[in-house]
């Protein structure tokens, strides 16, 4: 299944644009039978989920420079203080690195399913169908409600086919819960 590019998220314009065409207007490829498939509106996450990481990883690693970095100074030599650049280096490739997994989350809500991708170097897609959905919920750390955030975790029958969206707007997660719920229920009763 082609996904389209990491950067492809929140399209809609196109695919509304493509929607109104109709299919007078677009022309059918050799040899296809039926209607050619919809490609999803794909939404990526917030950036506060980007700032909150971040955040995350300067305090951490910044508390771990300043150890490597002024107790060996202290107690050992001067010399010993070049062990904060370590920490440092680790600081800025963690940065370009969040920024990137960052870029790669994105979902999409499609007539029978949720699909969830990410991943960089492997690109990982969960297909999750609403009538296999037995809970959909949403939860916020303390971190998170800091940042204004909550996750959307769905829960299905095979734990292989979980899946969670992190970092959402608390509004956007609660709309996502409840309908996903409401399709979820409406799904499975019709099994």
Do not use: C
């Amino acid at each position: 299944m082609e996904t389209g590019s990491p950067d492809d998220t929140g399209t809609a314009g196109a695919t509304r644009a493509a929607d109104r065409a109709g299919p007078a207007d677009q022309p059918s490829p050799a040899g296809a039978a039926g209607p050619a498939r919809e490609e999803p509106v794909w939404t990526g996450l917030p950036p506060g989920l980007l700032r909150m990481r971040r955040l995350l990883l300067v305090v951490w690693l910044g508390l771990l420079t300043l150890a490597a970095g002024v107790l060996p100074a202290l107690f050992l030599a001067p010399l010993w203080a070049a062990l904060a650049l370590l920490p440092l280096a680790l600081l800025a490739w963690g940065w370009v690195m969040l920024g990137r997994n960052w870029r790669s989350w994105r979902y999409a809500e499609r007539a029978d399913d949720l699909l969830i991708s990410r991943g960089v170097l492997w690109r990982e897609e969960t297909v999750v169908p609403y009538g296999r959905m037995q809970l959909v919920e949403v939860t916020s750390g303390p971190v998170e409600r800091h940042f204004g955030l909550a996750s959307v975790q769905l829960h299905t029958a095979a734990a292989a086919t979980d899946a969670t969206i992190p970092g959402l707007d608390p509004a956007e997660a609660e709309r996502l819960r409840d309908r996903l719920t409401e399709l979820g229920e409406a799904r499975s009763a019709g099994l």
